[in-house]
Nanobody
């Protein structure tokens, strides 16, 4: 069983930065592909970024490409999402999610989810 806890959300002005972290329990951290999703009020959950088990493959949604950077530290069992040049449209609850096996972009394919952390970007 894996438990995920996100942190690092908050309120920031447009153009600012935040770094989200996702801490995982469990002994098989390196066997999981990981992703960040977000959900804004009244909108469907969307894929933001994902990283493969080795960390060698990283994918980003077009809306965040060039602004967000995802990384993982298998030794520390941490996943990060560095968010720069934030925009008001980035406002959402951000979730980290794990799945066994390859990286996929659909939330329904993920087995474990954190509780979410709120990111609010003011204009």
């Amino acid at each position: 069983q894996v438990q995920l806890v996100e942190s690092g959300g908050g309120l920031v002005q447009a153009g600012g930065s935040l770094r989200l972290s996702c801490a995982a329990s469990g002994r098989t951290f390196s066997t999981y592909a990981m992703a960040w999703f977000r959900q804004a009020p009244g909108k469907e959950r969307e894929f933001v970024a994902g990283i493969s088990r080795s960390g060698g493959d990283i994918y980003y949604a077009d809306s965040v490409k060039g602004r967000f950077t995802m990384s993982r530290d298998n030794a520390k069992k941490l996943v990060y999402l560095q968010m720069n040049s934030l925009k008001p449209e980035d406002t959402a609850v951000y979730y980290c999610a794990f799945r066994t096996g390859i990286l996929l972009h659909h939330g329904g394919d993920y087995d474990y989810w954190g509780q979410g952390t709120q990111v609010s970007v003011s204009s």
